[in-house]
């Protein structure tokens, strides 16, 4: 990998305005495409991220493993009263995440995202992604954009590539799934790829609709708070009976807005609709899992193997609060740690020490302490070396590196692949994606 990436870099800084004339194509393909949306726009570096085969199967070892620990988790919730205790769930959500969801999968999508050194091959997890897993979008457009790279279409000329395909092979695992579904009606179910559409990413879902209606499926994009329920059937905004939903609504949405969505939540809740994934995800969606992963009775759950496992990858966790720690304990050694809101996505008031001054980060521990804040390990990510044509002196920096590992049901579906050039890589701020290539 450090090979071909060098090979790329040789490459820019011997045709360097002939890929930056590249760069600009690829930005306007980018901004053209169904990746601008909602004012916003992926921004890419100039080069790719490869993958070698090795480390596509310590990825899939990676999946393998964690899912298994996540299975156990979900289990126990389930069947445990005293485990449930030692989560942070409402009394309305717990009764979602405790409504049977009649198929042969507690977790059928994820995104598992994790730093990994290339080098010697540690990593940590960064977080876990359940409800709402979202960037396949991202790098179909971005696996399309690259043909127009001129270091790329060299790199091509010596190497043989593939790109992962996540929008087919989730329709295939998401139907499979149906097919054990205890209350599957005769024919084929009329799909609802359900969430709150005003801040969601519409041209995934579209590109995702337009897979589902390929494979010969009605498939609608649904309002969730325009959904009715009557009579034991729940109804589609246009008047259409929905058998079968994919569920993109996050559950913190869902909990924020739920007296709005109170036809979606008695369907889901009489087990009248089939929804893929349904809310026992979030066990593994909330950043509290890491704290209660790292301890008991959590760890007596699992193998020697598995203990290992967590011991080693999962980050050292706990709440910050007054019932947990002083915050002397979090501003003392400020590189050591950053802090995330327990329950959020992208990147949404995430803060690592190491990008802010004694006295900055004592003023952000003190403003979030006690208001519902984790803080973690801070485990500094391998960097590698890239280049943003789009700044005014355009030159190779290193960039952290971090991969989401798409995970249908239980299997290695693909990478997502980001980097930033700060401490976190946050989509609001700093975060770059950049096309995922396998080496064959």
């Known amino acids: 990998m450090k090979a071909i990436q060098e ?4 490459y820019i800084l011997d045709h360097f305005e002939e890929n930056r004339a590249s760069a600009l194509a690829v930005k306007d393909y980018l901004e053209h495409s169904s990746v601008a949306y909602h004012g916003r726009c ?4 100039h080069i790719p991220k490869v993958f070698t085969k090795d480390i596509i199967h310590i990825y899939e070892d990676i999946v393998q493993t964690t899912y298994g620990i996540f299975t156990k988790v979900i289990r126990e919730y389930l069947d445990n009263p005293e485990y449930r205790k030692l989560f942070p769930f409402s009394k309305k959500l717990e009764e979602l995440i405790l409504v049977p969801n009649l198929y042969d999968s507690l977790l059928p999508i994820a995104r598992f995202d994790i730093f990994f050194n290339e080098e010697d091959h540690s990593f940590k997890f960064c977080e876990i992604n359940t409800d709402g897993t979202s960037a ?14 001129t270091a790329h ?6 190497y043989n590539f593939r790109q992962y395909e996540l929008f087919d092979t989730w329709v295939e695992t998401f139907l499979s799934l149906y097919d054990t579904y205890e209350k599957k009606k005769e024919g084929k179910p009329y799909i609802a790829i ?8 519409i041209t995934e879902f579209e590109e995702f609709q337009r897979r589902f209606q390929k494979a010969g499926y009605e498939c609608e994009l649904c309002e969730i708070t325009k959904m009715k329920y009557e009579d034991h059937v729940l109804y589609s905004p246009t008047g259409h009976p929905v058998d079968l939903i994919y569920r993109r609504a996050v559950t913190t949405d869902v909990m924020e807005h739920y007296d709005e969505v109170q036809d979606f939540i008695q369907a889901v809740k009489n087990q009248d609709v089939c929804i893929m994934g349904s809310f026992c995800t979030q066990i593994i969606h909330n950043k509290w899992l890491f704290k209660i992963l790292r301890e008991e009775p959590t760890l007596s759950l699992l193998t020697k193997a598995e203990q290992k496992f967590v011991h080693d990858h999962i980050p050292y966790t706990n709440l910050m609060d007054s019932r947990c720690c002083k915050t002397e304990q979090v501003t003392g050694d400020k590189d050591r740690w950053i802090i995330k809101p327990l329950d959020s996505y992208a990147s949404r008031g995430v803060f690592a020490g190491i990008d802010y001054t004694e006295d900055e980060w004592a003023e952000i521990v003190e403003r979030y302490f006690n208001k519902g804040y984790i803080f973690q390990e801070y485990y500094h990510p391998y960097r590698t070396q890239n280049i943003y ?3 005014q002196d355009a030159k190779f920096i290193p960039y952290t590196n971090m991969s989401g590992l798409f995970v249908y049901n239980g299997s290695f579906a693909g990478i997502y692949s980001r980097l930033s050039d700060g401490g976190i890589i946050s989509s609001q701020y700093n975060e770059k994606a950049v096309a995922t290539l396998v080496l064959e």
């Open 153 to 158: 279409n060299h790199m091509k000329e010596k």
């Open 136 to 149: 396949m979008n991202e790098d179909y457009v971005l696996n399309q954009a690259i043909e127009l790279n």
């Open 194 to 201: 359900v969430d709150f559409l005003e801040h969601c990413s």
């Open 42 to 45: 992926v921004h890419t570096l």
């Open 7 to 10: 090979e790329y870099q040789s």
């Open 389 to 391: 044509f789009m700044d």
